[in-house]
């Protein structure tokens, strides 16, 4: 089982929200925690059963071949433990979120974040045993037992890893490390969050402002282009101070993933992420080179960005304002029923589920002081039901949000309501589709009522910037991570300089600086260490990956295809039943093909076709 969040959007989409809510409060816009556990006090009873039950699966050690009904329950304790380990985490993780500011909330979640990682040192003799077991053997169990039934396919995973799986005491030794894993990523973000001094810029107004990571992500945006332009100075100039530091922080990890690598026996750090899921590395592969392909497409969006902006040629520092402006209120009762309607075409029963789960209290709505920032949604609470992490603020960005999470949250409703447990969980490379397909189904809703071309232009830029931001940025990261991963692979020595000149060159080429389109300072270069995502390794080409599926899954349902429906319903459900890329393929998409990135480009195209259209009839 992996312990994660949907969606952390903060540096995926647009930047997080800042300021107040503009509507009230109420219990009802609160989510429920009680619905997981009704106190501390049961927290921590079901956490001591959690505990109880870790000698009960280390007395499995030795004993899964003994026979198929003694496989079978050692399989499904370690399920139950799993389980009860989500439901855990969930609540501690969500209680935390709600008020950063209180310091038991932290112990919580470090006291399941430690007893997790024993579940993890317990069960690794499984892996090993079940290798020795052998193929046959396993089948012998599974025609023997029906209750081993539900535990084929993630059996089968385990027997696919034998090339790369190490003995018992290989296996025990590599998941002791598991706990030094994230030490790079801890010391980049102490850095980036709380050590770097912030430099601090005057604007235009005469105001002096503060560039910490959220102040950037907020100031980039203001329509003084000289007051974007000393923004993005200031901020990158800070980095560059810190890019041999933060080139040792990425390296450690590039090398860690490496090591991995060689440990279990891959011949490179890409096979090794990408096995997990049995991702064929075509994948990425395809996805860069169908991204290069087609610069044009985003170079035409950044001239008519030009356009709409007013500038003759464009500098890096004016890719971030708003496209078209517009002063939308959508407070949350509206962006509900929103959403609802939009999601008309998945049908009734999809519908009645969302609607419902509107009204169950899932949901945390609203910014207050020392909330966690930006939004998530938590479905591993596979009794119960799924969590979102809003902070609503009633604007436009608030809405697509909205309609995104919730897009996360049916999904696990969905796969949880078709799956036992063990095939519930379902992989990022899945789970994007059902939160960028619902933004598609909005957007077209939007569009349908808009009542004049300001009204349509704001939605239409809004869906174009979002294109750019999901799918062609995440891109371009893919890009660069293959590239440094692959140097390290190699043994070539990989500095903080050497970062920056990888990046700058993939920079300038995506945004079109050798033809004149968008003009990139040097200086801007060492954006590369300030993105979290990289210490997440091959991870985010799934968000370029997502929205390209969604765009191909959304074109064959909005031309009335209900078997294109019918099988996307049903890769929702299909949960962690079978790999990734598979499912998606028999839902009718192969994203190691170039049909949903030609989607994708059409769509973009086509929105700046309308986008054209309107600015021409204004002439």
């Given amino acids: 089982m992996r312990i994660r ?9 647009p930047a997080a929200f800042v300021g107040g809510a503009a509507t009230a409060e109420t219990p009802a816009d609160r989510w429920n ?65 709600q008020d950063m500011g209180v310091a038991a909330n932290e112990a919580t979640v470090q006291r399941i974040d430690v007893l997790y990682n024993r579940f993890g040192e317990t069960a690794s003799f499984f892996e090993p045993e079940i290798l020795a077991i052998g193929p046959a053997r396993i089948a012998e169990f599974v025609a023997a037992d029906p209750g081993l039934k539900i535990h084929r396919f993630p059996l089968e995973q385990t027997l696919r890893a034998a090339p790369h799986t190490l003995d018992a005491a290989g296996e025990a030794i590599v998941a002791q490390f598991g706990q030094m894993n994230d030490g790079g990523q801890t010391a980049y973000a102490l850095l980036a969050n709380a050590d770097m001094p ?14 910490d990571q959220t102040g950037y992500e907020k100031y980039r945006e203001l329509p003084d282009r000289a007051d974007r332009e000393r923004v993005m100075d200031a901020f990158f100039g800070t980095w560059k101070t810190y890019e041999r530091t933060a080139g040792a922080l990425l390296l450690s990890q590039l090398k860690q993933d490496k090591t991995y690598a060689a440990v279990r026996k891959y011949p490179d750090s890409i096979s090794r992420a990408l096995d997990g899921d049995n991702m064929p590395v075509a994948v990425i592969d395809t996805l860069i080179a169908q991204t290069n392909a087609n610069l044009p497409t985003l170079h035409r969006y950044f001239k008519l ?69 930006g939004a998530h949604m938590a479905g591993y609470a596979y009794d119960v039901h799924p969590y979102v992490l809003m902070n609503y603020t009633d604007d436009y960005q608030s809405l697509t949000t909205l309609a995104h999470e919730w897009g996360h ?23 994007e589709i059902a939160s960028t397909f619902n933004e598609e189904l909005l957007l077209a809703r939007m569009l349908k009522t808009a009542k004049t071309d300001d009204e349509r232009l704001f939605y239409l830029g809004n869906a174009l910037e979002g294109l750019r931001a999901t799918f062609f940025r995440q891109a371009m990261f893919a890009e660069f991570e293959r590239q440094i991963h692959a140097r390290v692979d190699k043994g070539e020595p990989l500095t903080g300089e050497d970062m920056t000149a990888a990046y700058c060159e993939l920079l300038k080429r995506h ?42 899954f959304a074109k064959q349902v909005e031309a009335g295809d209900k078997g294109a429906l019918q099988r996307y319903l049903a890769l929702l459900s299909a949960g962690g039943s079978g790999y990734p890329y598979e499912l998606v393929k028999a839902a009718g998409v192969d994203l190691a093909t170039a049909a949903p990135y030609e989607a994708l480009f059409a769509r973009m195209n086509h929105i700046m076709d309308e986008i054209e259209a309107i600015l021409a009839r204004r002439r």
């Fill in 5 to 13: 969040l949907a969606c952390l959007l903060p540096l995926v989409l």
């Fill in 33 to 97: 925690l009680a619905d997981l556990y009704a106190s501390q006090a049961a927290w921590d009873a079901d956490a001591a059963k959690l505990e109880s039950q870790l000698p009960l699966l280390a007395a499995c050690k030795g004993e899964l071949a003994k026979n198929a009904a003694r496989l079978r329950a050692c399989l499904d304790l370690r399920a139950d433990m799993a389980k009860r380990s989500g439901r855990l985490y969930v609540f501690a993780s969500e209680q935390q979120a």
């Fill in 198 to 211: 912030w430099p601090k810029v005057k604007l235009a107004s005469g105001g002096e402002v503060t560039l």
């Fill in 305 to 373: 960005r030009a356009k709409l902006l007013g500038v003759e040629q464009m500098s890096y520092f004016d890719v971030y304002p708003p496209l078209v402006g517009g002063d939308y209120n959508f407070p949350l009762a509206q962006g509900k029923t929103l959403t609802l309607e939009a999601v008309a075409p998945l049908g009734a029963d999809y519908v009645a589920t969302l609607g419902k789960a509107f009204d169950a209290r899932w949901m945390d709505a609203y910014p207050r002081p020392r909330k966690l920032s």
């Fill in 409 to 431: 949250a049916m999904h696990s409703v969905l796969a949880n309501r078709a799956q036992p447990f063990v095939t519930a969980d379902y992989a990022t490379f899945v789970s």
């Fill in 511 to 552: 945004h079109g600086s050798a033809e004149g389109v968008v003009a990139i300072k040097p200086e801007y270069c060492v954006e590369w260490a300030y993105i979290p995502h990289f210490y997440n390794p091959f991870y985010v080409y799934q968000y370029a990956t997502s929205i390209a599926a969604s765009s191909l």
